[in-house]
């Protein structure tokens, strides 16, 4: 089956039961639901799939489930793992697990190969920007990390591209992700992170799919949040929060803000204040995210009390506001840090890789 937003073959991995029974040519129909169970278990090949019929195990034995393959692998002591994926057409893009504290894992999956928003302090966003990635190769990602520890219980589409450019796709794999004959996976442990497409946070609070929502702030003045991310530039910081009133209106619910701060950049207690005052009156929580090292880039991590005060400013204005945990970046896996190992393979790869 096609995508029909890029043309491309859909692998198995991004079909729906009454997709995959036309797509395999399955009868009765049931069989599509099962298949789907199958994937959603992960399973390797369709010899696996012990409750299919042997004619139809044979029949489809010579496809393939998976679109794409691990190419390398990458772990550090904090359990973070981040995959670098090449995909069919000889791409590749990379993916992050994370476990925090209590064990819990949570996937980081990628929804474009490269970037178009080229946020100044982001290692993706150096990289250009090739396509976007079909919903197989989104819950193929989330497959290949599942493979090293069991399945994540969490989903954030925080990796590298911007969701909200490739919302079809998007759609189609959280549809998947929670089918209920499948994956199974609640809306609410799923977060869809943005720079801030104004349209399509409207789309979103309008059509869904209403999982959670986190947008990129970084800076409430237009003219150092359009330094830092182009993207202000189209959308400026009053037509962001416009957006954002009208998806709280709709849904409800409430909504997180993260911001990436550099010492000296973006990190003064005024700069705080400036965001404070452009929260209100939404519902929000804020992630204060101190800047991750990327080689090349022209910004320093913020010193401890820079970044102790400037997360002091939001809460003394009232706003609900946490200091996130450093997380992945013992494998290059943190906020803004993906992308270093892929180089030029973000353009194609040679056939021959």
Known sequence: MNDETTGRRVAAAGLLPEELNVALSLRPSFRGRQVFRWIASGAATFSDMTDLPVADRERLAINDLYSSTVDASISSDDGSVKLKIKLADGAAIESVLLSDAEGRL???????????????????????????????????????LAALR???????????????????????????????????????????????????????????PHVRLAVSLTAATDVLRSALMPVNRSWNLAALKDAL???????????????AIMGGENSSVASASAMADWIHPLNVQVNVIPWNPVPGLPYREPERGEAAAFEAELVRRGINAIRRARRGRGVSGACGQLGD?????????PEDD
């Open 106 to 144: 949570t996937a980081c999956l990628s929804t474009q190969v490269g970037c178009p928003m080229a946020c100044a302090f982001c290692k993706t966003g150096t990289l250009g920007f090739l396509r976007n990635l079909g919903p197989d190769e989104m819950v193929e990602q989330y497959l290949h």
């Open 150 to 208: 069991g399945r994540p219980s969490n989903i954030v589409f925080m990796g590298m591209g911007e969701p909200l450019v490739n919302l079809e796709a998007l759609r189609k794999a959280i549809t998947i992700f929670t089918h209920p004959d499948g994956f199974a996976i609640s809306r609410r442990k799923i977060t869809i992170s943005t720079c801030g497409i104004a349209p399509a946070i409207r789309d979103l609070a309008d059509n869904g």
């Open 245 to 259: 009133l009208y998806y709280q209106q709709k849904t409800g619910d409430r909504i997180t803000l993260e911001a």
């Open 341 to 349: 190992t892929l180089g030029a393979e973000i353009a194609m790869l």
